[in-house]
């Protein structure tokens, strides 16, 4: 994908560690490592989060740096009742600087949800070596319910989110690991989505913690608009394992609500299968199939999802997110759509896309950049923050709003860049493309230019652009509108007032769904149609799923000079038709700040 912004990452004889819980001043039992590791004790009293249950030393590795040590510890579920948790410490090679070794926490990608799929099986850091190679210690958590009893809260923020910082505190618990209480999160993909969680209730849950900043890769976020985008992916199993993590947390919120039987029957896949094997026994059946009722339509869990949304709090620490232009899982928008609503109620955040990496390939290519943002955060230095005003404002507000902006109105602009003052606006607000009478003249005059022929009337783009302004009407109104017209039905040979012709509803069909209309909708439409008023028919196909697809695709066209992309389409078709009052705005401010768009205006 190309809109994306340019503000521009086995176990074999152990040796057994000493280590001490917080609260006790007694040594726990640690085991070799191996299966019996994850067994737990037969008597398991309850303990502060990051108290330490066992831990192990793995043998060396010569083609890693560091010393590895396999830790289990306490922590606690989402209702409140004591777990045990999983996780590896890597202790850098050398002699640790006063206060301890700086802690990179690291939060794993999706893996399942399965024991089997725990991360510190087969001691993966997931490409985070380097890291330990710079002097950093890197902790990495299995999360809740991965190598331990109970099935993994798989997209659950605040399980993810504990799991991820009480294994520090697991690791200042281990005196050989010399970790100090100066931590930055970081993680990728369903690691992402964790890292952001855990930053947002650190200074809640672990306020003991000095947390200089997040690394959010490929989060998964504005969760409603990803179930849309994975309905028909390659990826959809991804909804049946949401499904049953969020039902491992909350048992109130009831499989059969949301999937079908036949889904419900092989959901037990989840706890022997890692991986796109999750995906194996649903090859043979539709999404349709699976999916009873859109999660969002059904509560609680509609409710519960919702809940799950990264990135709705504002942290004292920054944040950085990274994606892949490619990325072929986790659409590109909607990590700018989660950094606009952080910008929205003041975050220092930046986001940085790398253009033709995919959602897993951008790690390595990011690894320099995010190492010397890491860096420069534990160093003190002052973060870069992407909520101030664009390099490319000037430009987009000639291409978006017909007329460069000067004097108060650029100073208004700029000072209200990436700060909406709703989320339904979000971008639009930046330029005023919802709620600048200017921005909405020119929208609408290319809607003239486009249907009609010809520009628009100045008294009827005054009046139109001030309903369009004010929210009283949409885009689509204005186009539906026009299609009804009288001047539009006499060029398609129809009758004002008379009962649509067949040239009238493919004039339609042409012009508001870019095809012309098959036999069978012609029929339908002058047999459902035909005695109504024409502008019936016109409102229908402007809104309707390909009305929007087609106007989708004109936006493209006019900004980006290509067609959306099939994922393009799913996903920014859904918001628009989602938010009909900004939708038209949001999609153009996301067209207007991307690396294509960048490319043509420099041309």
Request: net charge neutral; proline share 7%.
């Amino acid at each position: 994908m190309g809109w994306m912004m340019r503000v521009v990452a086995v176990a074999s004889v152990a040796v057994l560690v000493s280590v001490v819980g917080p609260a006790a001043g007694a040594t726990p039992r640690a085991t070799p490592g191996g299966t019996g590791f994850y067994t737990l004790p037969d008597l398991l009293p309850p303990a502060a989060p990051g108290t330490v249950i066992k831990a192990e030393q793995e043998p060396a590795d010569p083609t890693r740096p560091g010393t590895t040590y396999r830790v289990m510890y306490h922590s606690k579920a989402v209702d409140g009742h004591d777990i045990a948790v999983t996780g590896l410490i890597a202790v850098p090679d050398g002699t640790p600087p006063t206060g301890g070794w700086p802690v990179v926490t690291w939060a794993h990608g999706t893996t399942g949800l399965a024991d089997a799929c725990a991360p510190s099986k087969s001691l993966d850091f997931e490409g985070s070596d380097f890291l330990v190679a710079r002097g950093y210690e890197v902790v990495a958590t299995d999360y809740e319910g991965l190598g331990t009893p109970g099935r993994h809260p798989y997209i659950v923020g605040q399980s993810e989110g504990r799991g991820v910082l009480d294994i520090v505190r697991a690791a200042e618990n281990i005196p050989a690991a010399h970790a100090s209480k100066r931590v930055l999160i970081w993680g990728h993909s369903q690691g992402g989505h964790a890292a952001l969680w855990a930053g947002q209730i650190a200074h809640t849950w672990a306020p003991e913690l000095d947390v200089v900043g997040t690394v959010a890769g490929a989060p998964p976020s504005q969760l409603q608009l990803v179930y849309q985008a994975l309905k028909t992916s390659f990826f959809r199993y991804y909804l049946i394992m949401a499904a049953a993590g969020i039902n491992a947390a909350y048992p109130q919120a009831l499989l059969d609500l949301v999937l079908t039987p036949a889904a419900i029957a092989r959901i037990g896949v989840v706890d022997t299968a890692c991986g796109s094997d999750v995906g194996t026994p649903y090859a043979g059946y539709t999404t349709e199939s699976l999916i009873k009722a859109d999660p969002s339509t059904v509560q609680p869990w509609k409710s519960l999802i919702a809940a799950q949304e990264p990135g709705t709090v504002k942290t004292n620490n920054p944040i950085l997110i990274i994606q892949g232009g490619n990325d072929e899982q986790i659409p590109v928008a909607s990590s700018l759509l989660l950094e606009n609503r952080m910008c929205g109620f003041g975050q220092v955040v930046s986001r940085r896309i790398y253009k033709g990496q995919s959602h897993a390939g951008v790690i390595a290519v990011a690894d320099p950049e995010m190492a010397q943002w890491i860096a420069d955060r534990f160093a003190g230095h002052p973060a870069p923050n992407d909520c101030t005003p664009g390099q490319w404002l000037d430009a987009a507000s000639q291409d978006v709003l017909g007329q460069s902006l000067t004097g108060a109105d650029r100073a208004r602009a700029l000072a209200s860049l990436g700060r909406p003052t709703s989320q339904d606006k979000q971008w639009a607000t930046a330029f005023d493309l919802a709620g600048r009478t200017a921005g909405a003249r020119v929208s609408i005059d290319r809607a003239y230019l486009d249907l009609l022929g010809r520009h628009g009337g100045a008294a009827a783009l005054d009046r139109w652009a001030d309903q369009v302004s004010s929210g009283r009407a949409t885009m689509l109104d204005v186009v539906a509108a026009l299609a009804g017209s009288p001047e539009f039905v006499a060029k398609a040979g129809g009758t004002v007032g008379g009962p649509a012709t067949a040239a009238l509803v493919d004039g339609w069909f042409t012009k508001l769904v870019g095809r012309h209309a098959t036999p069978a909708e012609s029929s339908a439409l002058l047999g459902r149609y035909g005695r109504a008023p024409v502008a019936t028919i016109p409102t229908l196909l402007a809104h309707s799923a390909s009305g929007v697809r087609y106007r989708l695709r004109q936006l493209f066209e006019r900004y980006l000079h290509r067609a959306p992309t099939v994922a393009e389409t799913l996903y920014l078709g859904t918001y628009y038709r989602q938010h009909p009052q900004a939708g038209e705005a949001v999609v153009t401010a996301i067209l207007v700040a991307s690396f294509e768009y960048d490319d043509l205006i420099a041309r």
